[in-house]
């Protein structure tokens, strides 16, 4: 148990489908982001939140579109995704987005997109 | 741009050999330096960090890593490897004024230990 929570674990989708993935923090830290991990590249940021606003977008199409409603939740939106997008999606936190931290990660939402 | 490159892909090692994985980084300002390690089907867990002070880093499980300015590099060290040890590495770098918590990763290495 890391104390950040990722659900689905495992998720497979149409091109046509809406979905989301929702990630739980429960350590009271100030900063989440969105990782993906494809097979055979480094983890690529996609997106990072302080204090509940968007501070960086790594060029991430708009197809992925993040929400974070509160300092604890974190979600991934999901929609007209593309086979390439498969991938495992890793949510982390961090005390806050500067100076000394670390960043804590779930276990991550495998998805496949069909 | 700023990257991180792990020269090893896959390593494979019998128990108690020693274990040395490189790690490289271009980044000219001040940095965090992480190991991280991903052990089958888990979660990627903290092996151990350097924010600043003795560039000899210890870490869980026996690991160490050391922090060379003029190299930039953060190699990972072991001297006796265990089969439990057999996962996936990860190196990152994290610069530091405003954006600790952002990692730049490099490629990882397995590796795999035979009993």
């Known amino acids: 148990e890391t104390g950040v929570t990722q659900t689905p674990r495992h998720l497979v989708m149409g091109m046509t489908n809406k979905k989301s993935l929702k990630c739980e923090q429960h350590?009271?830290?100030?900063?989440m982001y969105w990782y993906k991990q494809s097979a055979k590249k480094p983890l690529e940021l996609m997106f990072v939140?302080?204090?509940?606003?968007?501070?960086e977008n790594n060029s991430v199409p708009s197809r992925f579109s993040p929400e974070c409603p509160n300092s604890s939740h974190l979600f991934l939106h999901l929609h007209t995704l593309q086979p390439e997008d498969s991938a495992l999606y890793l949510c982390?936190?961090?005390?806050?987005?500067?100076?000394?931290?670390?960043?804590?990660f779930g276990q991550g939402t495998r998805l496949t997109v069909v | 741009a700023q990257s991180v490159s792990q020269h090893n892909h896959h390593v494979i090692l019998s128990e108690a050999a020693s274990l040395e994985l490189g790690c490289n980084y271009s980044?000219?300002?001040?940095?965090?330096l992480f190991w991280y390690v991903q052990y089958p089907g888990q979660h990627l867990q903290l092996l151990l960090k350097?924010?600043?002070?003795?560039?000899l880093v210890k870490g869980i499980k026996g690991f160490e890593a050391e922090f060379i300015k003029s190299k930039f590099s953060f190699n990972l060290r072991k001297p006796s490897v265990q089969w439990s040890d057999t996962a996936e590495y990860f190196c990152?770098?994290?610069?530091?004024?405003?954006?600790?918590?952002?990692?730049?990763f490099g490629q990882g290495t397995e590796l795999s230990v035979k009993p």
């Open positions: 982390a936190s961090s005390q806050d987005y500067g100076g000394n931290t670390e960043a804590f």
């Open positions: 350590l009271g830290h100030n900063a």
């Open positions: 939140y302080s204090l509940e606003e968007r501070v």
């Open positions: 980044y000219g300002g001040t940095v965090n």
């Open positions: 350097y924010f600043s002070g003795d560039p």
């Open positions: 990152a770098v994290s610069p530091f004024y405003n954006q600790g918590g952002k990692l730049i």
